[in-house]
Nanobody
């Protein structure tokens, strides 16, 4: 079992920045990948960005050049730096970890971008 607790969400004006954090209860090196997903009202959950245990990153086209995923191995924590935020980035953001053929999820953190 891997426990994930997101933090860093909030209300920000368009063009602003937020940094999400997600510490994991397991060593990052035991996980195949960690990532961030988001779900807006009446929409399906979608991948925002993820990072593999080897350090490879992947981003949704809609956030490329604006968001950056990173990790601190010593703290078993993954971050999502979000810059140039747009109203369409408004969603609940979920931290995800994949290991042992399973997906683990945090409880989510709300990000609201006002125009």
């Amino acid at each position: 079992q891997v426990q994930l607790v997101e933090s860093g969400g909030g209300l920000v004006q368009a063009g602003g920045s937020l940094r999400l954090s997600c510490p994991a209860s397991a060593s990052i090196f035991m996980l195949n990948s960690m990532g961030w997903y988001r779900q807006a009202p009446r929409k399906q959950r979608e991948l925002v960005a993820d990072i593999t245990s080897g350090g490879s990153t992947n981003y949704a086209d809609s956030v490329k050049g604006r968001f950056a995923i990173s990790r601190d191995n010593a703290k078993n924590t993954v971050y999502l730096q979000m810059n140039s935020l747009k109203p369409e980035d408004t969603a609940v953001y979920y931290c995800n970890a994949r290991a042992w053929g399973r997906d683990f999820w945090g409880q989510g953190t709300q990000v609201t971008v006002s125009s």
